[in-house]
Each structure stands twice: as structure tokens, then as C-alpha cells.
């Protein structure tokens, strides 16, 4: 079997430069699969594959949130967490020009704008999680100690 080939995107290379272990999961991708689809073909806990949402407050400031893929963001809870007065999802177009990244291959790591990043404060407990590598169908494996360690991002809690 033909050894498949990593891609080379701004968060592999963040990683690397960064010097943080991960694993590369590729994975057949679908449209509208989510990460019921990633977790599937990874055959992964759907609780350990780290969805990474781009929102905006009232005054357009953009953040990234990262949620368990078996869990929903209480917006309510996280514009409250902020002390804003409303939090909303970012439009794709916006996204893309934020990230550099298109819908469905969003990774945290690599982004074209610096974007304060908050995180689940469980998935912190977790022993490895799967997140975005920057590319549709392709999953990285890595601790979150090590996610912590590059991105710093703040706690909150606002899984549903």
C-alpha cells in the first residue's frame, strides 16, 4: 500500500515549527458529514473529534471556539462567558478570509488572522483529541496539553 502523503498546510506547518508530536488522520470526507462522518471513519469517539468554530460578537470582533463534536455552543452561555452581548457564527465568506481556511477544513492552528481562541474547558481532560489539520478530510491526532502549549487559548464552558 502506497504510503499517503501529508499535506503541507499553514497549521502543519505552525506544528511544526512549534515542534508539537502529532499524527496525521486522513479520512474520506463528505459534504455535510461532520464530525459524525470524521469520527466514523476514524473510528473515534465523536466526543474526541474537536469541531473549531469561527463566531463574532455584536461589534464583528471574530473568535474562534472549539466544542467536542458530539456537543453544540449555548451562545447565550459563551456571549454571557465574554461579557458580550451577543455571539453569532461568522458568514463562510468572512471565515475564509479570517482563517484561510475553507468551511469544513478549519484548523485552529495556522491562521491567517490572529483570532483569540476559546476552548471547552473538558476536552482539556481528554487523553488525545482529533482536530483540523487545515484541509477538508484530514484530521490531526494530538494532545491537548500540546494544543494548550501552541494556541493558549481561554476556558469556558458552553457545551450543550
Not at 63 to 92: N, W, Y
Not at 100 to 125: C, D, M, V, W
Amino acid at each position: 500500500m502506497a504510503r499517503e502523503r501529508i499535506p503541507v498546510t499553514q497549521a502543519i506547518r505552525q506544528l511544526r515549527r512549534n515542534k508539537i508530536d502529532f499524527s496525521p488522520r486522513p479520512y474520506r470526507y463528505e459534504e455535510r458529514g461532520g464530525t459524525a462522518c470524521s469520527a466514523r471513519e476514524l473510528q473515534a469517539d465523536e466526543h474526541q473529534v474537536i469541531k473549531t468554530l469561527v463566531m463574532e460578537d455584536e461589534n464583528r470582533q471574530p473568535l474562534i471556539i472549539l466544542m467536542h463534536g458530539d456537543l453544540e455552543v449555548s451562545l447565550k452561555k459563551l456571549a454571557r462567558q465574554l461579557g458580550v452581548k451577543q455571539i453569532s457564527p461568522c458568514s463562510p465568506e468572512n471565515v475564509g478570509i479570517l482563517t484561510g481556511y475553507q468551511t469544513g477544513g478549519i484548523s485552529p492552528f495556522g491562521t491567517r488572522k490572529t483570532l483569540s481562541i476559546y476552548i471547552e474547558k473538558t476536552i482539556l481532560a481528554l487523553d488525545k483529541i482529533y482536530i483540523n489539520g487545515g484541509k477538508r478530510g484530514f484530521l490531526i491526532e494530538i494532545s491537548p496539553a500540546d494544543l494548550v502549549r501552541v494556541l493558549n487559548p481561554l476556558e469556558v464552558e458552553v457545551g450543550v
